[in-house]
């Protein structure tokens, strides 16, 4: 959410991520076509030397590599984890053992690195760069693999093969992970899991726990009734984790959908930006985590067919419930809108939401109000329903189906109740 108690946060919330790749066998069935030697054109010396690697690339001594690694994070065999990349240099060296050290903090129930297939080849070293697949999941907490890019560099040493480097210098960027900051740690309540190297953690995590029984009080058990949330020291790292060109400048938390294997169900994150979540009173606080959980609750990071405003305005309205924040508080910058005669004339539209949005707050107070006046005038059932429906059917039909209303009739009960609270 934005930075204030009565703000939610970007679209991010209601799109899946990309899906990692699919497959974990090696790929070696036309692999020359799919290396590029650093002179870009595939041929003469640099080809040929591609095309050696290739042929001189073994996928079971990699596989032994990967699956030795994966043995040494169960087992807590720290210096068989780094000897894998022990020709490695130094600064690659150091940032392994920091992801080792932050992997052994994490509660894991498995953790594993599959090549998926060779990229390129390094001119200069002769090492192979893979694609790699990176699948784990939380303990109690994930169902399914959450799926992360990597590129390694790997090379023959002494008959076994071993990591040499990644493949920054071939402009190969990895997925990000929270394993990739500072050193982690790791604060569970009764229904949550908080993992960052930021401070905080422990008031989030019982803030989200409390927030629990509020929205199931709403939306009903039918959901997982636990969430994870990460929070990164680093804004860059945070926006990374919310997915590819987003930003969490001036954002406290969103909701996202982690990437999983091509076919499978994502996990559900809550990503908190500490220092702007360190900004807001206690009423911000709760007011943003309890919308996000909303959102987790309701597979809102993950809905294309609900209208957003009845995406945004729900979730504001779960976070509000337990508050008692006036209405004229909560929807200040919409009041004095309405105060001066300019009432809106439509429900925002999806980009009245988007970061770069004017009227960011006010599309939010309005989202709001419009499912604060549903409970009112119809009771909180009926609102839940309306969600419901309008995730599986288009949003006049729903309105129709559930309130009886056109969306002109829905619009004008709507400013009337504006008016009638703001003023």
Not at 58 to 74: C, E, I, K, M, T
Not at 285 to 301: I, K, M, Q, S, Y
Not at 345 to 355: E, K
Not at 372 to 388: C, F, H, P, S
Request: aromatic share 6%; proline share 4%; net charge positive.
């Amino acid at each position: 959410m934005e930075d204030g108690p009565a703000r939610g946060g970007p679209v991010t919330r209601r799109r899946a991520l990309a899906l990692g790749a699919g497959g974990a066998a090696v790929l070696l069935g036309g692999a020359a076509g799919l290396l590029g030697a650093r002179s870009g054109d595939g041929g003469g010396a640099s080809g040929t030397r591609a095309a050696e690697a290739v042929r001189a690339f073994d996928p079971a001594g990699a596989a032994a590599l990967f699956a030795n690694r994966a043995r040494a994070v169960r087992s807590g065999d720290e210096a068989a984890f780094l000897a894998t990349a022990a020709s490695a240099p130094a600064a690659f060296r150091d940032a392994q053992a920091r992801m080792y050290g932050n992997l052994r903090r994490l509660p894991l129930k498995s953790w594993e690195e599959r090549v998926v297939a060779p990229h390129a080849v390094d001119d200069e070293t002769g090492a192979t760069i893979v694609r790699t697949e990176v699948r784990y999941r939380l303990r109690g907490f994930d169902r399914g693999d959450v799926v992360r890019t990597r590129y390694l560099a790997l090379a023959p040493r002494s008959g076994t093969w071993t990591i040499v480097g990644d493949g920054s210098s071939h402009g190969l960027e990895d997925d990000p992970a929270v394993w990739d900051g500072g050193r982690l740690a790791v604060a569970q309540g009764r229904a949550s899991l908080v993992v960052g190297d930021a401070g905080g953690l422990e008031e989030i995590a019982g803030r989200l726990d409390a927030a629990v029984p509020v929205v199931t009080g709403v939306v009903g058990s039918g959901w997982a009734r636990r969430v994870v949330a990460l929070v990164p020291a680093d804004a860059g790292l945070a926006s990374a984790l919310a997915g590819p060109g987003q930003s969490l400048h001036g954002i406290a938390a969103l909701a996202t959908v982690t990437p999983a294997a091509a076919g499978a169900r994502g996990e559900d994150r809550v990503i908190v930006s500490p220092g702007t979540f360190g900004r807001l009173n206690e009423l911000g606080r709760d007011v943003v985590l309890t919308h996000e959980l909303t959102h987790v609750a309701t597979g809102g990071a993950r809905d294309r067919t609900t209208p957003l405003w009845l995406i945004e305005g729900f979730a504001d309205y779960v976070g509000y419930l337990r508050t008692r924040v006036g209405v004229r508080a909560a929807a200040g910058e919409l009041r004095r809108e309405v105060a001066a005669g300019r009432v809106p004339s439509r429900l925002p539209s999806a980009d009245a939401f988007s970061g770069g949005s004017e009227r960011l707050s006010q599309a939010y107070q309005e989202a709001w109000l419009a499912c604060r006046m549903v409970a009112d005038r119809y009771g909180e059932a009926t609102l839940v329903r309306l969600y419901r429906t309008a995730g599986r059917v288009p949003e006049a039909a729903a309105l129709r189906e559930v309130l009886g209303l056109t969306r002109e009739r829905f619009t004008a009960l709507w400013r009337d109740y504006l008016k009638r609270e703001l003023t």
